[in-house]
Each structure stands twice: as C-alpha cells, then as structure tokens.
C-alpha cells in the first residue's frame, strides 16, 4: 500500500505473507487483518495501523522517517 498526499486506504481484513506500507504525506493506512512479515514507513503526518505482524522481530522502518509526526501502530 502506498498513500503520496492525502488520501486514506483501510482494509478490513485479510491475511498476506509480506505487508509493504508507505505513507507520504497526510494520508492514513490501515490494515485490519494479519501479516507474517512487514516493511512499515511513514513521511509526513499520516498514520499507518496494523492489526497484527506475526514475526515482530522483522519488521523494517516501524518508526517514522526523521521529520515526520505520522505514528505507525500495531495491535498485536
């Protein structure tokens, strides 16, 4: 998932082997299903929330990128 201004994208549900968020800019993602691995990245004041990543430890860019307020959350 990618979001370059504005815009938001929410997914309610669902299961994949690799989840890739980007967020540029203001826009919000949010995924509600489940992740084995994640790559997770926000520039900008958007937010991205992930309901689960299965393996925590592998997981690349959970911060957000240096100036940006954006937050990255995940549930479990």
Do not use: C, W
């Amino acid at each position: 998932m990618n979001i370059q201004g504005s815009g938001d994208i929410h997914i309610r549900k669902g299961s994949v082997d690799f989840l890739s968020v980007n967020v540029m800019g203001s826009g919000d993602a949010r995924f509600g299903g489940s992740a084995t691995n994640a790559s997770l990245s926000v520039m900008g004041s958007g937010d991205i929330n992930v309901n689960h990543v299965k393996r925590r430890q592998y997981i690349f860019n959970k911060t957000p990128l240096e100036n940006s307020s954006g937050i990255v959350f995940i549930q479990q």
